[in-house]
């Protein structure tokens, strides 16, 4: 989105799981950015230190009250996705062992709060652009569907996902969503 030079990599045979990596992030997980002499781990954190260090304004809100608005959307990225589409789809596509019928009441009550609160604005917080809030709840909603998640019925949220992938800088992966095509 940013346009920045680099160079995805990703572990091959356990590697993650060595000191090297460890010494990165000690919980053995992708992703892990390497910024010269910074190292950030975690999906959300790197949205954080990416607009913070080079968004700019327009990704990096100053104002205290849109900072905290935006900290709780990366907090129900990394809760309420985590543990329901993602966990869903974890399950279906990976055969990972989880409650199936928590995660789906997790992802119903999820998908019906995203809905609503994209029912009267474009994005997730206020205003005319898309901020980090979307980029980290927008992959595992779209993947959503390669977990058994239906999401043609929430018609806010395919707006939203097709807006997104109408940006700039958006990058497109096997299994992601897309409801123009579904029309
Ligand atoms: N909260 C972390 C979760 C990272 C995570 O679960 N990574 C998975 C891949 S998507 C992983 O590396 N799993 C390997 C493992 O746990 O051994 C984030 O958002 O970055």
Request: with cysteine; net charge negative; aromatic share 8%.
């Amino acid at each position: 989105m940013l346009g920045l030079p680099h160079e995805l990599l990703a572990p091959t045979g356990g590697a993650h799981k060595q000191p090297e990596f460890l010494a990165m992030n000690p919980f053995g997980q992708v992703p892990v950015l390497v910024d010269g002499e910074v190292v950030v781990r975690d999906s959300q954190a790197i949205l954080v230190y990416l607009a913070a260090r080079y968004g700019g304004p327009a990704w990096w809100p100053e104002d205290a009250a849109r900072l905290g608005a935006l900290q709780a959307w990366l907090s129900t990225a990394a809760n309420e996705v985590a543990h329901g589409p993602a966990l869903l789809r974890m399950h279906k596509k990976f055969g990972r062992s989880i409650d199936v019928e928590a995660a789906t009441q997790r992802s119903q009550a999820l998908l019906q709060v995203l809905d609503a609160q994209l029912r009267d604005q474009a994005w997730l917080l206020a205003g005319e652009r898309p901020s980090i809030a979307d980029l980290a709840i927008y992959p595992y909603i779209a993947l959503a569907p390669e977990g058994g998640v239906e999401l043609a019925p929430y018609v806010h949220l395919c707006r939203w996902i097709a807006r997104l992938q109408a940006l700039r800088g958006h990058v497109d992966m096997p299994g992601l969503w897309h409801p123009q095509q579904q029309a």
